[in-house]
């Protein structure tokens, strides 16, 4: 993990980092990762809220478990903008941007993913976005490339009031397999 948060966070900006990640251990990858979770993940606390992620560069190569440039539990009132994001891995899933509800505190609410690059390669699951269990999320304005020849999207969402717009999503996936609606 490049940058990481445990626990409750209040109005925390991250902005013009150049994050470079090669992983060679087949493990869990993060760029950016905020946790509800304490370090040893056997307590957890408020939702991390008001967190603005802008203008970063995240890169992730190599082999992996799973790797996401940029990922958040039960991330509140928040902005994701402007940054590129670009996964090139083999073995694990992989996202882009991910939103989460680890059943702690609160979904995933009010957050607005704009203008950000985001391209990923890979061989197994691939997702530029993935929102679970989300509300009041807005995705605008990004240029996202999914490919992979285990299955890609390049949003994928479950969620209520949620505004996916004047986005440019392209996807290749030589494979359907895991791909359920």
């Not at 991250?14 to 946790?35: A, K, P, Q, R």
Request: hydrophobic share 35%; aromatic share 8%.
């Amino acid at each position: 993990m490049a940058i990481v948060s445990y626990g409750g966070t209040d109005n925390v900006t991250i902005s013009n980092n150049n994050l470079f990640i090669h992983s060679t251990n087949d493990g869990y990858v993060y760029g950016i990762d905020s946790s509800v979770y304490g370090s040893d993940y056997s307590s957890y606390s408020a939702s991390p809220t008001n967190h603005n992620v802008i203008n970063n560069t995240v890169a992730i190569m190599g082999t992996v478990s799973m790797a996401e440039g940029i990922y958040y539990d039960e991330l509140v009132n928040a902005n994701i903008s402007n940054n590129i994001v670009a996964i090139m891995a083999n073995d694990g899933d992989l996202y882009g941007v991910a939103l989460s509800y680890s059943y702690a505190n609160a979904n995933p609410e009010n957050v607005t993913i704009d203008n950000n690059k985001i391209a990923i390669v890979g061989t197994n699951m691939v997702y530029g976005v993935e929102l679970s269990d989300v509300k009041s999320i807005n995705v605008t304005n990004n240029d996202i490339y999914a490919i992979s020849e285990g299955g890609a999207f390049a949003v994928a969402a479950q969620g209520n009031d949620l505004l996916i717009d004047s986005n440019s999503l392209n996807t290749y996936s030589a494979s359907t397999d895991g791909i359920t609606s």
